[in-house]
C-alpha cells in the first residue's frame, strides 16, 4: 500500500467495507424507513432503517415466535439496564420487535416479539453475513479470505473471551466500552456463526482500541479520525468529514468534545471568515503525537505477545486491501434507490468506526 497503516486503520477499513456492503444489501432487500422516506412503496408499516450493528448485538436473537425478556438478556449477555435502553429503540424508535406484557406482572417474563416488519427483517438478516462473505471470497480470492478468517480466529483466541460480538455503540466521550471480566459470561449462549468476519473484526479491533484508550486516556475514535488528520496549523472543520470518511454528524461530536476537553478550539479561517477551523491547543498536539506513536507502540507490543497470529492478520488485511487500498470499494457501490447514493463517494474509510446510537452506521451517519 502506498501508506503503512496501523493494525486498527485496516481492520476499520475492513469492518467498515463488509458492514456497509452487508447494509446496502439489506437496504435494497428489505422495507424499511429514512429520513427521506416515509416508507418503501407498498409497505404500510415498516421498521426505520438501521445497520448490521443492530443485527449482531440484538436482532439476532429474537426468534420469530418471541422471546422472553430474561432469556433475551441471558442469550445476548445484556444487563437490565441495556436491555432497556435497547427494547426501548428497537420497539418504539425504530420499529422491529413489540413488548407483550400481558402474560405476567414480572417485567422479565414480558416476551419480545418481532413486528411484522422485523419478521421481513430478520429473514433479510439471517443468510446476509454468509452471502456478504462468499462475494469476499469471489472478489478476493477464497485463499485470502480464508487466511484472514484463520488469522483472526488464532488472534481472537488469546484476548479476553468476553468481548462482544460488535463495537459498542459510542456514547458522550466516544470512549470504547468493553466486558467487566476476562471469564466467559456463565449466562451467553452462543449461537451459530460466531466466528463470521465481522464478529471477529470486531473482538480483534475492540480489543486494540481498549488498550489503546486504557494508556492514552483518550478516544481511539476521535484519535483516528480527527486528531491524526489536524495540522499544525488547523484544518477545516468542513474538510474532515471528506478527509477521514466519517459523517459529518460524527465529525461535530468528536470536535465538541476535543472542544470541551480543552484539546481544540474552532476560529472563523482568515482567508475566509465564514469558514471554521479547527486548532489543536498545546494539549491537543500532545494527544495527537501520543496517537501517532502509541497506535505503533501497542501493535508492537501485540506482535512481541502474540507473535505470526499479528504478522499474519496484518498481511491478510493488505492483501485484501491492495496496493492502493482501494480494492474494498469495488464492494460499495450503493444501489441507485439506496440513500448512499445521494452521497459524495468516500474517497476514504474510517480509521476507527464511528458506531452511533443514530442506526449504528459505522462511519456514524
Wanted: charged share 25%.
Amino acid at each position: 500500500m502506498s501508506e503503512r497503516l496501523p493494525l486498527p486503520a485496516l481492520l476499520s477499513h475492513a469492518l467498515v467495507a463488509f458492514t456497509i456492503e452487508f447494509d446496502n444489501e439489506f437496504e435494497h432487500q428489505t422495507p424499511h424507513r429514512t429520513t427521506n422516506h416515509d416508507q418503501t412503496p407498498g409497505s404500510t408499516s415498516v421498521p426505520w432503517l438501521v445497520s448490521m450493528a443492530m443485527w449482531i448485538k440484538f436482532m439476532r436473537f429474537v426468534p420469530d415466535d418471541g422471546t422472553a425478556i430474561r432469556d433475551l438478556l441471558r442469550r445476548a449477555a445484556l444487563k437490565s439496564k441495556e436491555a432497556k435502553v435497547w427494547l426501548t429503540r428497537m420497539s418504539k424508535w425504530w420499529g422491529y420487535v413489540a413488548v407483550d406484557r400481558s402474560a405476567s406482572d414480572h417485567p422479565l417474563d414480558w416476551i419480545v416479539r418481532p413486528t411484522a416488519g422485523g419478521k421481513k427483517a430478520l429473514r433479510v438478516w439471517r443468510p446476509l453475513t454468509g452471502i456478504i462473505e462468499e462475494r469476499w471470497g469471489e472478489r478476493f480470492g477464497n485463499d485470502t479470505v480464508a487466511e484472514l478468517r484463520r488469522s483472526l480466529q488464532l488472534l481472537a483466541r488469546q484476548l479476553n473471551r468476553n468481548l462482544p460480538d460488535y463495537l459498542p455503540i459510542l456514547g458522550y466521550e466516544m470512549m470504547s466500552e468493553g466486558p467487566e471480566s476476562d471469564p466467559p459470561s456463565p449466562n451467553a449462549t452462543a449461537l451459530p456463526g460466531e466466528f463470521t468476519l465481522p464478529i471477529l473484526m470486531s473482538k480483534v479491533l475492540l480489543a486494540f482500541a481498549l488498550e489503546f484508550e486504557r494508556e492514552s486516556g483518550q478516544s481511539l475514535a476521535i484519535a483516528a479520525n480527527v486528531l491524526r488528520l489536524a495540522g499544525d496549523e488547523g484544518t477545516r472543520v468542513r474538510d474532515l468529514p471528506l478527509l477521514s470518511g466519517v459523517s459529518k454528524e460524527a465529525i461535530a461530536m468528536a470536535v465538541k468534545r476535543l472542544q470541551e476537553r480543552g484539546f481544540a478550539v474552532v476560529e472563523p479561517s482568515q482567508q475566509n471568515p465564514r469558514a471554521k477551523v479547527l486548532i489543536l491547543t498545546a494539549k491537543g498536539k500532545d494527544a495527537r503525537n501520543t496517537y501517532r506513536r502509541l497506535v505503533w507502540t501497542v501493535e508492537q507490543r501485540w506482535e512481541a505477545k502474540f507473535g505470526s497470529h499479528v504478522i499474519n492478520l496484518r498481511q491478510s488485511l493488505e492483501r485484501l486491501a491492495g496496493e492502493s487500498g482501494s480494492l474494498f470499494y469495488s464492494g460499495l457501490e450503493p444501489y441507485p434507490d439506496g440513500w448512499r447514493a445521494s452521497l459524495r463517494r468516500p474517497e476514504t474509510l474510517p480509521h476507527y468506526p464511528m458506531v452511533l446510537h443514530r442506526g449504528g452506521f459505522p462511519d456514524g451517519s
